[in-house]
Every structure is written in structure tokens, then in C-alpha cells.
């Protein structure tokens, strides 16, 4: 971020980063232990199995604190350049490309792999390759056509580019007024998601659309990453409104977030109304993230340095955790003994932890690497 924030908000957002990430592998080899075992369709399974499958089998919640923490990241380099009166549009872009696309190019590359092993998230893929989904990954447009096999994950980093072009337009649009730029965006957004569901629901038209899907998606989500944006906007006012009580009260807010989201799995209400749901974790989220300085992060010597590796294991751990965890399931499957494969939670604990094992050695470093070319080449941009 070009304007830093305060060292406990950093280390929060860095350690939240983390263990989101790590929640969302988490929630994918238990979803997949369980599949294997009952199969993909939730009413085949038990009633015990299904709940646990709409709550620690579900990382919803985890990626709507993704965007939130995004749109505060975005916010701040965008409002950093803009003080110094350093913006460029071309600059701006080659940033965003070059965070997103290089891990995101070799998480496309392993789900090539899986899909070559017949290997699928959800289902079995079929027999051609998806070109459709290939192509549209390459764009970062995927979210309009459904994600390439073995690369489910990947809608999410689609949803951030289409962000990262419409903030700044309609913060530019309303001459860096960011509350109405956020008004602006969330109206937008409200418009336009009202629109489809009265198509879907009121004329019985496009219902299986992709790309209605993926525009519904993208706008039903972009709220929650507004409010990050917003937050950044306002973030020295926003530290100091948030008193300790409501801090604590951010964990209950974010805690029936999570509990709306698994009601609505377990009840299998359809997916667009588990993303509308995605609206219920902003009060928490931004009470928790406002209230960092109540951690006291920055006093603790030992976390400050786990915190910053949480953060720098995020994204590789979020954009290659499933194509990882298919190729280790592939093996495990083939090698294991039943007393493993035929337990979803031994075996969602055993693939877990090698999964876990295998991104915290290489994670980090494939992140430390990726962003020192980064910079390195914006710096030469710069220059230029």
C-alpha cells in the first residue's frame, strides 16, 4: 500500500489475510472427505454430515473478508498515488496485473493437470477441454462462464479485476468524493442485482445463464468490497469511533454471518441468494478491522513476524490450495488404507496437513519472489 496504515491495523489485516486463506483449504478437504463418501449432492448426505459441510465445509465467509481487506489495500494505493499526484491509469493496471497473474497463471496450469487426471471440485469434467473457461480465465472473465475444472477458487480473483477497473472510475466519476462514490457504487449495484432477480424470478428467464450468474455474482458482492474502499477513505475516524465494546461485538456480528451462510447451505437455498447473504458479514467485518488497535499486535514481538508470513502465505495458499489438494487426494486415494478414506474427518485432517505442509514451505517464498520482480519492474516502469 502506497499510504500505510497503522502497524496493528497492518498486522491485522496481514494475519486475517492467513488464516482465511488457510480456512478456505480447510473447508475444501472436508467438503471433498465428505463428498467422496456421501457424494456431491447434499441431500445424500446424513444430517449430521450435511451440517458440517454448510459450516466448516463452506468458506464463504472467508472470502467476503477478502474483498473487504482488498478494498481497503486498493483504496489506499490509489489514494497514496492520487496525494502525490502520481496516478496513472497504465501504472495503475500493470499493478494489478502483475499481483494477480503470475500465481494465478501456475494455479491455472496445476488445474490443467488435474483436469488431465480426470480430477474435478464438484463434479467430473468432461471430456474436451474446456475452452470456453480457459479462454475466459486468460481474460480474467471467468466469473461470466464458470471457472476452469480444478480451478473453482479462481471466480473470486475474477470478481477483484472487474473491481479493481470499476472503483476507480466511479471514484474519478465523483471527483474523489468516496462516500459518494460508494453510495454511487452500492445503488449501482442494488439496481442492477434487483433487475435479475426480477428476470430470474418474476419472467422465469436466463435462470441458467452463466453470465447472468457471474453479473449477479460480481454485483452482489461488490458492497462488501465498497465498504473496505470506504473504510480506507475514512480509516484515522473509523480507529477512533470503534470503542472496545464494540469491537468484541464485531465477533458475534461476524459469528451469525457465518451462522445465516450455514443455514442457507444446509436448507440448500440456491447460490444466489448464499452471495446476497454476503451483505450480513459487512458490520462485523468493519468493526473488526477498525478495532485493531484493541490486539495490540505491534507490543508482541513474537507475532508480529507470524503475522507477516500469514501474509505473505495468503494468496498462494487461496490460488492453489484446491489444484494442490486434488493432486495429493489423487495419490491418497490410490495409496491410503480404507481405515483413512473411508473416514471423511481422518481423511480430511490427513490431506489438511499435507496440503497445509507442502504451501507453508513453498507458499511464502513463491509470494517473496514474485513480488520482489514486481517491484523491481514497477520501479523500472517508473523510471521510464
Same mark, same amino acid.
Given at each position: 500500500?502506497?499510504?500505510?496504515?497503522?502497524?496493528?491495523?497492518?498486522?491485522?489485516?496481514?494475519?486475517?489475510?492467513?488464516?482465511?486463506?488457510?480456512?478456505?483449504?480447510?473447508?475444501?478437504?472436508?467438503?471433498?472427505?465428505?463428498?467422496?463418501?456421501?457424494?456431491?449432492?447434499?441431500?445424500?448426505?446424513?444430517?449430521?454430515?450435511?451440517? !458440517?459441510?454448510? $459450516?466448516?465445509?463452506?468458506?464463504?465467509?472467508?472470502?467476503?473478508?477478502?474483498?473487504?481487506?482488498?478494498?481497503?489495500?486498493?483504496?489506499?494505493?490509489?489514494?497514496?498515488?492520487?496525494?502525490?499526484?502520481?496516478?496513472?491509469?497504465?501504472?495503475?493496471?500493470?499493478?494489478?496485473?502483475?499481483?494477480?497473474?503470475?500465481?494465478?497463471?501456475?494455479?491455472?496450469?496445476?488445474?490443467?493437470?488435474?483436469?488431465? #487426471?480426470?480430477?474435478?471440485?464438484?463434479?467430473?469434467?468432461?471430456?474436451?477441454?474446456?475452452?470456453?473457461?480457459?479462454?475466459?480465465?486468460?481474460?480474467?472473465?471467468?466469473?461470466?462462464? %464458470?471457472?476452469?475444472?480444478?480451478?473453482?477458487?479462481?471466480?473470486?480473483?475474477?470478481?477483484?479485476?472487474?473491481?479493481?477497473?470499476?472503483?476507480?472510475?466511479?471514484?474519478?466519476?465523483?471527483?474523489?468524493?468516496?462516500?459518494?462514490?460508494?453510495?454511487?457504487?452500492?445503488?449501482?449495484?442494488?439496481?442492477?442485482?434487483?433487475?435479475? !432477480?426480477?428476470?430470474?424470478?418474476?419472467?422465469?428467464?436466463?435462470?441458467?445463464?452463466? #453470465?447472468?450468474?457471474?453479473?449477479? $455474482?460480481?454485483?452482489?458482492?461488490?458492497?462488501?468490497?465498497?465498504?473496505?474502499?470506504?473504510?480506507? %477513505?475514512?480509516?484515522?475516524?473509523?480507529?477512533?469511533?470503534?470503542?472496545?465494546?464494540?469491537?468484541?461485538?464485531?465477533?458475534?456480528?461476524?459469528?451469525?454471518?457465518?451462522?445465516?451462510?450455514?443455514?442457507?447451505?444446509?436448507?440448500?437455498?440456491?447460490?444466489? %441468494?448464499?452471495?446476497?447473504?454476503?451483505?450480513?458479514?459487512?458490520?462485523?467485518?468493519?468493526? !473488526?478491522?477498525?478495532?485493531?488497535?484493541? #490486539?495490540? !499486535?505491534?507490543?508482541?514481538?513474537?507475532?508480529?513476524?507470524?503475522?507477516?508470513?500469514?501474509?505473505?502465505?495468503?494468496?498462494?495458499?487461496?490460488?492453489?490450495?484446491?489444484?494442490?489438494? #486434488?493432486?495429493?487426494?489423487?495419490?491418497?486415494?490410490?495409496?491410503?488404507?480404507?481405515?483413512?478414506?473411508?473416514?471423511?474427518?481422518?481423511?480430511?485432517?490427513?490431506?489438511?496437513?499435507?496440503?497445509?505442509?507442502?504451501? %507453508?514451505?513453498?507458499?511464502?517464498?513463491?509470494?517473496?519472489?514474485?513480488?520482489?520482480?514486481?517491484?523491481?519492474?514497477?520501479?523500472?516502469?517508473?523510471?521510464?
Amino acid at each position: 500500500m502506497s499510504e500505510r496504515l497503522d502497524p496493528d491495523s497492518e498486522l491485522l489485516i496481514d494475519g486475517l489475510r492467513g488464516i482465511a486463506a488457510v480456512m478456505v483449504l480447510f473447508s475444501h478437504c472436508l467438503d471433498l472427505a465428505i463428498a467422496e463418501k456421501f457424494g456431491w449432492d447434499y441431500a445424500q448426505s446424513p444430517t449430521g454430515w450435511r451440517m !458440517l459441510r454448510a $459450516t466448516l465445509g463452506h468458506g464463504g465467509f472467508w472470502v467476503w473478508a477478502f474483498f473487504m481487506i482488498s478494498g481497503i489495500c486498493i483504496h489506499r494505493s490509489i489514494l497514496g498515488q492520487f496525494r502525490e499526484g502520481s496516478f496513472s491509469w497504465w501504472r495503475y493496471g500493470l499493478a494489478r496485473v502483475t499481483r494477480i497473474y503470475p500465481l494465478f497463471f501456475l494455479g491455472l496450469l496445476l488445474a490443467i493437470v488435474t483436469w488431465l #487426471l480426470h480430477d474435478d471440485f464438484g463434479g467430473s469434467p468432461g471430456a474436451d477441454l474446456p475452452w470456453k473457461q480457459f479462454l475466459a480465465s486468460l481474460a480474467g472473465l471467468h466469473i461470466l462462464t %464458470a471457472s476452469f475444472p480444478g480451478f473453482e477458487t479462481s471466480w473470486s480473483l475474477s470478481c477483484e479485476l472487474i473491481y479493481y477497473l470499476a472503483w476507480p472510475i466511479l471514484w474519478f466519476g465523483f471527483a474523489g468524493n468516496t462516500s459518494r462514490a460508494a453510495l454511487g457504487g452500492i445503488l449501482g449495484s442494488l439496481l442492477g442485482t434487483t433487475v435479475i !432477480l426480477i428476470v430470474w424470478k418474476v419472467f422465469h428467464r436466463l435462470e441458467t445463464s452463466s #453470465l447472468v450468474d457471474g453479473i449477479w $455474482t460480481t454485483g452482489v458482492l461488490f458492497p462488501v468490497w465498497i465498504c473496505g474502499a470506504w473504510m480506507a %477513505a475514512h480509516w484515522q475516524q473509523g480507529r477512533l469511533a470503534v470503542s472496545r465494546h464494540f469491537w468484541l461485538v464485531s465477533f458475534a456480528l461476524c459469528l451469525c454471518s457465518e451462522l445465516l451462510l450455514a443455514t442457507l447451505k444446509f436448507r440448500q437455498y440456491p447460490g444466489w %441468494a448464499i452471495q446476497l447473504a454476503g451483505w450480513s458479514a459487512i458490520p462485523g467485518l468493519m468493526f !473488526l478491522l477498525s478495532g485493531a488497535r484493541h #490486539l495490540r !499486535l505491534s507490543s508482541l514481538p513474537a507475532v508480529v513476524p507470524f503475522c507477516r508470513w500469514l501474509g505473505r502465505l495468503s494468496y498462494p495458499c487461496y490460488i492453489l490450495h484446491l489444484q494442490l489438494l #486434488l493432486l495429493i487426494n489423487h495419490g491418497v486415494d490410490r495409496i491410503a488404507p480404507t481405515s483413512i478414506t473411508r473416514r471423511p474427518l481422518v481423511h480430511a485432517g490427513t490431506e489438511f496437513v499435507l496440503v497445509l505442509v507442502l504451501l %507453508a514451505a513453498i507458499g511464502p517464498r513463491l509470494e517473496t519472489s514474485f513480488m520482489a520482480w514486481r517491484r523491481h519492474l514497477l520501479m523500472k516502469v517508473s523510471a521510464s
